[in-house]
């Protein structure tokens, strides 16, 4: 049998028939398609062959039904081309209208949602983000955090506390505060290496290092405070400035101890140095000029956004000046402290029951006179103090007829007016000897035999002057035993 073809003929095509094999029926078919031009489905008509075993009731007489699944079929076997006027029933599919555009009004709360849903996912992942490298980080290098405020600062295994200033915040003020309590409780005291009315000084490590830890009597809270505010003020770190570390209160409900952690400097306090050790000329310079340099810049108001205030030292005498390795002198303890406040022109002292060492109490001090509204009252008694330091380290110097021929003898030690007062004296004494009598320490003739001790000589002289007016200041002390040394790769500063 003949059938008309068009776009489907498995039976071959021929001038649009094709050849129906016996028991096949020859088709005529509508199907729906999508024109995206229009938005719509259109009717396309085929014709063919159908083969014996597509020839069903399925397929064939499907036509009988409405469809609307957009397709339809009609078979014929009656004659040929009889497939050429076959019409299969047909429903056409309904075409959708276009949704109605919406308005920007309703769409806000959609927009609304869709931004802050999207903003809590990129907060979540940055969260996220963070937290897995301070974990990277944290295994890597076995950081331990301590967030204090908004400063990060932490403690590694290989950390030493050289590292720990070197990286601290750059103002000069000591380290953060939640450090200082860590090193603080990872402190292993090994033996007491002095005592005094303050407290007593232990020696004790931290990972491995050697640390001092002063802890303070219960009755010495204020001098606690007091030092610790000093050395945490901005800009205190300096050469000639007993390193802090850090400072901590520990305590139950029955005891309190009230640490002080610093640099340890084996040597001990220049008091212990001079008893024990007779110095030369040179040695006795780099005492004195890092002295006075210590002094210098407790005194030297540093001025800045961040700057460092003027501050007094108050008890300046040889146990509280320490000897570092490289002989040079270290400024520390602070309990008795002031500073000037240059922005509201205002002394801020401490109530203290420590006033000081009577034998370095300068005469305005002995006798009342001094003015406690004038910040540069008390930086004169501290060069009164200064000057009879001065004159412990001369007395250990080995003079002889020249500077290049060294003796081998010098003075015993001693501290200043023992040959006047007794070896604890009482306010009293101490202002007879100074203020009534006007006695100051004995210079001995050879002194004048050696520059250094010679210069000495007259500094001591115009820093213990009775009017604090006369007497020079820390940084002129200092200029001047600078200017004495031969190496002129030292610069003065």
Partial sequence: MLCYCVRHCPGGEENGTCIARPGSQCFAAVEESYNPETNSYEPETYYGCLPPDESGFMQCKGHLVPHYIGKSIECCNSSDLCNKFLTPMYRPRPTLPPPPPISLQEAAPYIALLVSLTFCLVVFLV???????????????????????????????????????????????????????????????????????????????????????????????????????????????????????????????????????????????????????????????????????????????????????????????????????????????????????????????????????????????????????????????????????????????VTSGSCEKWGLEADEYALPYHDVVPSDPSFDDMHLAVCVKGIRPHLPSRWQNCQVTSVLSKIMQECWHANPAVRLTALRVKKTLYKLDPDPSIKII
């Avoid at 033996?191 to 303070?216: I, M, N, Q, T």
């Avoid at 809270?221 to 390193?243: C, K, P």
Wanted: charged share 25%.
């Fill in 127 to 397: 969260m996220v983000a963070c937290l897995c490298v301070r974990c990277r980080k944290k295994e890597e290098s076995g950081k331990l955090y301590l967030v204090e405020g908004s400063r990060d600062a932490y403690l590694t295994s290989s950390h030493t506390l050289q590292d720990l200033i070197d990286q601290s915040s750059g103002s000069g003020s000591g380290l953060p505060l939640l450090v200082q309590r860590t090193i603080a409780k990872q402190i292993q005291m090994v033996h007491s290496v002095g005592k005094g009315r303050y407290g007593e000084v232990w020696l004790a490590r931290w990972r491995g290092e050697k640390v001092a830890v002063k802890v303070f009597f219960t009755t010495e809270e204020a001098s606690w405070f007091r030092e610790t505010e000093i050395y945490q003020s901005v800009l205190m770190r300096h050469d000639n400035i007993l390193g802090f570390i850090a400072a901590d209160i520990k305590g139950t409900g029955s005891w309190t101890q009230m640490l002080l952690i610093t640099d340890y400097h084996e040597r001990g306090s220049l008091y212990d140095v001079l008893r024990s050790t007779v110095i030369e000329p040179e040695g006795l310079q780099k005492l004195a000029r890092s002295a006075a340099a210590g002094v210098a810049h407790l005194h030297t108001e540093i001025f800045g956004t961040r700057g460092k205030p003027g501050i007094a030292h108050r008890d300046i005498k040889s146990r509280n000046i320490l000897v570092k390795r490289n002989g040079e002198c270290a400024i520390a303890d602070f309990g008795l402290a002031v500073r000037f406040i240059s922005e509201t022109n205002e002394i801020d002292i401490t109530p203290n029951t420590r006033v000081g060492t009577r034998r370095y109490m300068a005469p305005e001090v002995l006798d009342e006179s001094l003015d406690t509204k004038s910040f540069d009252a008390f930086k004169m008694a501290d060069i009164y103090a200064l000057s009879l330091v001065l004159w412990e380290m001369c007395r250990r110097c």
